[in-house]
């Protein structure tokens, strides 16, 4: 997919109004080029609010407020917002999960509850729920109860592949992750990173936003709201 010159603006902020601001309108995106490919890890690196969150709430059409500009092309043709929008899967930064599930369970029931249209059979469903676990490798955890954060259940290791498996249940094409390593010690980054690879490796179009205080301070950009620089995909 590819996308050009996106601009997105919302209704200026009463707080900022109220400085003395005399726009209208604050513009939050500003003529953001790119393209994403299939079995390709793009990263979307930048500070905190440097509008990464939108931009991927932009492409993956779950904005509701505000002002779209520009184009998206998927595979060469322009997109309608609602179909991407289908295919997509969106893992947010702090997802809210039910305490009190066990996590194979969980995806089963998930899973049934987003492909009740098609006729696959209960051991298909099954086969391909133990797939997706095994792809975030949450396999061992299957278990396990999903708790609540930091005091009983799953790590908020374990809970960041969660969001992406409860995603993954729905089979998306596209799958948009917002910040997956944030909070994470290394270890944990790299074994986040592990289990992004082996979705990009299914021939998704996965992309994931970063912020750079968590990336080498040296390689990056300054701090500005715009497009800085792009590198190659990889
Ligand atoms: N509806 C809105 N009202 C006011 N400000 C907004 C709105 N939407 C986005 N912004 C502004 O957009 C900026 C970028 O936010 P965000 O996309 O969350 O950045 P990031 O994900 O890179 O940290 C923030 O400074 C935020 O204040
Ligand atoms: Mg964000």
């Not at 005399?22 to 500003?30: D, G, M």
């Not at 194979?104 to 391909?128: A, P, Q």
């Not at 960041?160 to 390593?181: C, G, H, Q, Y």
């Amino acid at each position: 997919m590819s996308f050009a010159k996106i601009n997105y603006c919302v209704n200026m902020p009463v707080e900022i109004k109220e400085k003395g601001m005399a726009e209208n309108k604050l513009q939050v995106l500003k003529d953001v080029t790119g393209s994403f490919r299939p079995g390709i890890l793009t990263a979307l690196m930048g500070v905190s609010r440097a509008g990464k969150t939108n931009l991927m709430d932009v492409l993956a059409g779950r904005k509701t407020g505000g002002y779209i500009e520009g184009g998206i092309l998927i595979s060469g043709f322009p997109n309608n917002q609602s179909i991407f929008a289908r295919i997509s899967g969106y893992c947010e930064q702090n997802d809210v999960h039910s305490s009190q599930v066990i996590v194979r369970e969980c995806l089963i029931s998930l899973h049934f509850s987003v492909s009740l249209r098609n006729s696959m059979t209960k051991k298909r469903r099954l086969k391909f729920v133990d797939e997706v676990m095994e792809l975030v490798e949450l396999h061992n955890l299957k278990d396990s109860i999903v708790g609540l954060p930091g005091v009983t259940g799953l790590s908020t290791e374990h809970r960041k592949r969660l969001i992406i498996v409860v995603e993954l249940v729905a089979n998306p094409s596209n799958i948009f992750m917002d910040e997956p390593t944030s909070g994470l010690e290394a270890r944990a980054v790299a074994i986040v990173i592990r289990t992004v690879r082996n979705t990009v490796e299914t021939g998704r179009i996965v992309v994931c936003s970063t912020n750079r205080e968590t990336m080498s301070q040296d390689s990056l950009p300054s701090p500005h709201r715009r497009t800085q620089n792009s590198a190659s995909l990889g």
